[in-house]
């Protein structure tokens, strides 16, 4: 049996729909049962619920399991969550851990700088060094975080971010659960990390013109100050350690300026990467503020 955690969330949910698609039964992990409807109507879908911070909830759900997928929030929280989450599936003897982490396409990031980037290297020691064979995912930026940005769109029809020309290569969700899919469903991954990024490294002048197309509205791409944003993530409610964290991020990614598009992976399973104008056609809608996001899309 394969089990997927994190099931509720944006790429969790992309995976277990993946594992739909196939017709190839997969057992889910969510920590709210609640907000499983969606996922529980998949079909092949085995919906079970336990918290990855408390090994005493997760028996059933790791009984008889094969090949894990590891994902949690990317809070603060996230490295006790993990590796917590590592040792009882390692003690109840799962054979493969496949774990979902992250890579920034700028150039020259350094990932211990920022609080999220090296929690996931500090996880991946962790997991390196337990024993189970593991492999680890590094997908870049979503290009679905630019449905944070749905209200200014609507609002102003402007894109606000503090990003100046600098490039970024987002990749769709959707790639990464093709992606997760391979490597949870064939043999050969063990001891490898697959890093990946959508096809394009686009500015973000270039973001707000395919949104714009998409929409057949005008988006046009307004350059802010770290600190206006910051506010802005403040007024829509953010948390203050994510805001300033984000801020943080935001003003490295746009010292460093450029990013590297890596297609190894999809072309290594044979996937073809979705653009960023095919990604905005395909949610006009959320873009235009007609329908909201939903993670479990029917
Ligand atoms: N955002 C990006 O652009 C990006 C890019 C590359 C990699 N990543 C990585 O992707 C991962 C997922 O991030 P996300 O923002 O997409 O998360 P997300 O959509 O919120 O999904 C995370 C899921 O994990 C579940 N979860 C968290 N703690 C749990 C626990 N103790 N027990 C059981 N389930 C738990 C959450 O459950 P609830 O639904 O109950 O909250 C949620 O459904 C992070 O590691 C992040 O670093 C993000």
Redesign the pocket.
């Known amino acids: 049996m394969i089990l997927v955690?994190?099931?509720?969330?944006?790429?969790?949910s992309a995976v277990v729909r993946e594992f739909a698609r196939h017709g190839t039964p997969v057992r889910a992990?969510?920590?709210?049962p609640e907000?499983a409807d969606d996922l529980r109507a998949l079909p092949g879908v085995d919906v079970v619920d336990?918290?990855?911070?408390w090994p005493e909830t997760l028996e059933s759900a790791l009984a008889g399991v094969d090949r894990v997928l590891v994902?949690?929030?990317?809070g603060p929280?996230?490295l006790e969550?993990q590796c917590t989450f590592i040792d009882a599936a390692t003690r109840a003897g799962v054979g493969h851990i496949v774990k979902?982490?992250?890579?920034d396409s700028v150039e020259g990031f350094d990932n211990e700088k920022f609080r999220?980037s090296r929690s996931?290297e500090q996880i991946q020691r962790y997991l390196f060094a337990s024993g189970t064979p593991w492999t680890v995912l590094q997908?870049?930026?979503?290009m679905q975080?630019y449905f944070e940005e749905v209200p200014d769109i609507v609002r102003s029809g402007e894109l606000r971010l503090p990003l100046g020309d600098t490039t970024m290569a987002?990749i769709d969700i959707d790639d990464i659960g093709e992606i997760a899919y391979a490597v949870l469903t064939t043999p050969g991954h063990e001891g490898r990390t697959y890093a990946m990024t959508g096809p394009e490294a686009l500015t973000m002048a270039e973001v707000a013109g395919h949104i714009s197309d998409a929409i057949g509205r005008p988006v046009r791409y307004c350059d802010v100050t770290s600190e206006d944003k910051q506010r802005a993530w403040l007024e829509a409610g953010y948390p203050p350690p994510r805001a300033s964290a984000f801020a943080q991020l935001f003003q490295e990614r746009s010292r460093l300026g450029r990013s590297t598009v890596d297609l190894t992976t999809h072309e290594y399973f044979g996937i073809e990467p979705t653009t960023f104008a095919e990604f905005a056609r395909r949610n006009a809608d959320v873009f235009r503020g007609a329908t909201d996001y939903s993670?479990t899309p029917a």
């Open positions: 955690t994190g099931a509720n969330g944006r790429p969790g992990l969510v920590r709210n907000k336990g918290d990855m911070l994902i949690s929030n990317a929280e996230m969550t979902f982490s992250g890579k999220s996931h997908p870049s930026q979503f975080v987002p993670v």
